[in-house]
């Protein structure tokens, strides 16, 4: 089991990335336990993850900066066999993005992307795309310390053309 110290950043889904601050003692239903407290910079927001077992939150280690071209490659190039039908689409999709995993959910958006070059994309899909780079970004942009429209001019860049 990975152990979290202050000042790591970390991704809780739904929430993004956040800072662990500490390790708190919380009583809950009359049981006293130690919590990883994650503070979510630019918010007063707080999140109390169990120590013993922070996989049940999916809380995972923020992407490293050697990761980044990982990402922005499978902005690219990620393709991803996704059901044809609209209802099926939308719950994989909704499933991806709420797992929380930056290479699926950058595949995912290669896929989005692909497919709204080759025929456009419908409205669910599009809210799909855009909340896929919307989480991407404000990861790289926290990782990297920089605005989320830097993190976006990166992808840009990957694919040498202006976001919409």
């Known amino acids: 089991m990975r152990e979290y110290r202050p000042g790591d950043k970390v991704v809780l889904p739904p929430y993004g990335v956040g800072v662990v601050s500490g390790i708190a003692q919380r009583t809950i239903s009359g ?29 995972r280690p923020a992407l490293g900066p050697d990761e980044i071209p990982q990402i922005l490659h499978l ?66 942009a926290q990782v990297m310390e920089v605005s989320l429209d830097e993190a976006r001019a990166l992808f840009e860049d990957a694919w040498g053309e202006e976001l919409n």
């Open 31 to 59: 049981s006293e336990r130690d919590y990883y407290q994650v503070d979510f910079p630019g918010t007063r927001s707080k999140a109390y993850v169990p120590v013993e077992a922070p996989q049940i939150t999916r809380m």
């Open 75 to 140: 902005l690219r190039e990620g393709r991803l066999p996704l059901p044809r039908q609209w209802a099926a689409r939308h719950r994989r999709t909704t499933e991806i993005l709420a797992e929380g995993d930056p290479y699926r959910i950058a595949t995912l958006a290669g896929q989005l992307r692909a497919w709204d070059l080759e025929k456009g994309l419908p409205d669910l899909d599009r809210q799909a795309f855009r909340r896929a780079m919307h989480l991407l970004a404000e990861e790289i």
